[in-house]
């Protein structure tokens, strides 16, 4: 076996472990893989609220909502990360902090992790184990660790975080500076409100705002944002475990989804048949695991 074999093998075995020692794997929601099992019923049916600035321009409307979606999706990052299904959402919870995250060789105490962790990397993996707090983005500005003023700082850093530490393939330049706008734009004074339940309908609308903006956008851009719809798709998905008529509606949807990206087919079958299958989940909500109700007997029978 080649080194590379030899290392993505042992990153499945260890996604595996760190799936068994968080939950057993039957269980549908890939989040309960990191977060601490006392903190499930509440971590899996609310979010913190997210501390978005208006925009100061269309252009710049644009670009936070291109990186509001990179900031979602597992696809950005690669290797170990990508597999378990973790974005930069999945640290920075709406951009904030995570505190009940905890991930086997990757965190300390809940709330931590170290993203040097060779773990994730096979660049920076410095050996040393030594997680740090996951910090809310939204944070005071005192507390920054990256400026957001300096022209360029954040790209970097978020250049370096995404190709070194998480060892992602190489970001289109459009998506990373749209990253960056979108970190910017979460400013504490911009927080309203305190956790919020988890809604189907704010993933529907991802799915639209990503389709949205990839429709008017170019080449890589725009395969992105329709890949990053498709893993929405995929989160909706685990959600509806158990409704089977729902999941085939979201096969479909997908199925759909990566003809467009191929660019075998245009938009217009999307457009005829997703209102009616979004209708149709938002009917169903209650039957799925956006419903707190059945989130907690999910985990009582687990
Ligand atoms: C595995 C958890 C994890 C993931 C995934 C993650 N981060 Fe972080 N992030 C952290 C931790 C922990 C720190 C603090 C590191 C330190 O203090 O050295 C941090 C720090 C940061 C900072 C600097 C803090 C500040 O406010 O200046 C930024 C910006 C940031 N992350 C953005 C991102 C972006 C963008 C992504 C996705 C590409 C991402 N993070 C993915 C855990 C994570």
């Keep these: 076996m080649d080194r590379r074999r030899a290392r993505a093998g042992a990153l499945i075995l260890a996604a595996g472990a760190a799936a068994g020692a968080a939950a057993p794997l039957a269980f549908p929601l890939r989040e309960a893989r990191w977060t601490a ?54 640290c920075h919870r709406n951009g904030r902090g995570n505190p009940d995250f905890v991930f086997p060789g990757l965190s300390g105490a ?3 992790a170290d993203v040097t962790a060779s773990l994730m990397s096979s660049h920076r993996g410095d050996g040393i184990f030594n997680p740090k ?41 459009e998506v990373l ?30 799915v639209d705002a990503a389709i949205a903006l990839a429709r008017t956008s170019d080449g890589d851009t725009s395969r992105v944002l329709l890949a990053a719809a498709r ?3 995929g989160a909706i998905d685990e959600r509806f475990a158990g409704v089977e008529a729902d999941r085939a509606v979201l096969r479909d949807a997908d ?28 009917r169903d909500e209650h039957l799925s695991l956006y419903s707190a109700a059945k989130v907690a007997a999910a985990l009582r029978t687990r």
Aim: one cysteine or more; hydrophobic letters at 40%.
């Design 37 to 90: 099992p006392s903190a499930l019923p509440r971590s899996l049916s609310y979010e913190p609220a997210e501390c978005l600035r208006p925009p100061s321009s269309v252009a710049n409307g644009r670009a936070v909502g291109i990186g509001r979606i990179a900031f979602r999706t597992p696809l950005l990052l690669g290797g170990q990360a990508a597999r378990a299904g973790m974005s930069c959402a999945t």
């Design 110 to 112: 809940p709330g931590t």
């Design 133 to 173: 707090p996951i910090p809310d983005l939204a944070g005071p500005a005192e507390r920054r660790k990256i400026s957001r003023a300096a022209p360029g700082a954040l790209e970097t850093f978020i250049h370096g975080l995404v190709t070194e530490e998480f060892d992602g393939p190489e970001p289109p330049p």
């Design 177 to 206: 500076a749209a990253l960056a706008a979108y970190v910017r734009a979460l400013q504490p004074g911009s927080c309203h409100g305190r956790d919020r339940p988890i809604r189907l309908a704010e993933r529907l609308a991802e």
């Design 231 to 233: 893993s929405t798709l």
């Design 255 to 282: 199925a759909e989804l990566g003809a467009i990206r191929l660019g075998q087919t245009g938009f217009t079958r999307w457009d005829m048949a997703w209102p009616a299958h979004r209708r149709r989940l938002r």
